[in-house]
């Protein structure tokens, strides 16, 4: 079963999106799953992954009831405030929906770099550890290293990388990248997903720009800690959904058929528990 492991929904209209703006030409409307229903079809995609793009509960609730109405979604990582003195409750109300499989902190655009070691988020993500909920780390290779300090603290909580941290690939300076992102998977425990890369390489990418990048994430988690995802809508800022299949598969194509199989949909199915739709 194949999914895409990290996706996205937004409706404008909503006005909690504070980082889309119409100087994002491609994605200044709305996508919805009628939208991306047809691009699953054509790659025979069972079902995604449904990834928070607002820092409000709101959005939470938007996407969980989108997963409701459209089986194809499986999980939905949702956004709430672990600084909250009342996060841990608000953890635990959460998790009671099935659907509910993870949180994501906007760690990237936060002005404190160091922001998920603050005394007052641990609470937050020793709840999380304790309902089984994943934290999706969307965060820029400088972030790296928190995260060693984050699974020194919370041995138990599940984390994946998002977009194997933004690697520099339009600059080609991937060397420090790949040192601290091996120095996280060497807990074998964190998992990656193989996604955003597009969006971080130069217009007109290759696939031969990608493969550096792909290669350093199997090589440090290996296919059954590496998952798969579109980052569609924002992918469609450079590249398409056709482009991302076609080059990922040619990228994974050194893989066995196990660890192919791993990649597109076993691990995350494994790692988030996911509803069979």
Partial sequence: MRIDAHQHFW???????????????????????????????????????????????AETGFMLDLARRHGFIRGVVGWTDLSAPDAPERIATLADDPLLVGLRPMLQDLPDDDAILAPA??????????HGLALDALIRPRHLPRLLAV????????????????????????????RDL????????????????ATEAAPGWTTADLKPVTDSVLAAFGPDRVMWGSDWPVLNLNGSYDEWVAASDALLAGLDAAGVAAVHGGTAVRFYGLEAG
């Fill in 121 to 130: 988020v641990q609470p937050a993500l020793a709840a999380m550890a304790a």
């Fill in 182 to 197: 091996a120095a996280v998977a060497a807990d074998g425990f964190t998992h990656c997903k193989l996604s955003g890369l």
């Fill in 11 to 57: 409706r404008r209209d909503r006005g909690d999106y504070d980082w889309l703006t119409p100087a994002l030409a491609p994605l200044w409307r709305d996508f919805l799953p009628p939208d991306l229903a047809p691009l699953l079809a054509r790659h025979a995609i069972a079902g995604s992954v449904l990834v928070q793009a607002a820092p409000t509960e």
């Fill in 151 to 178: 699974r020194d603290r919370h041995p138990q909580l599940k984390i994946v990388i998002d977009h194997a941290a933004k690697p520099d690939i339009a600059g080609g300076d991937l060397a420090g990248w790949a």
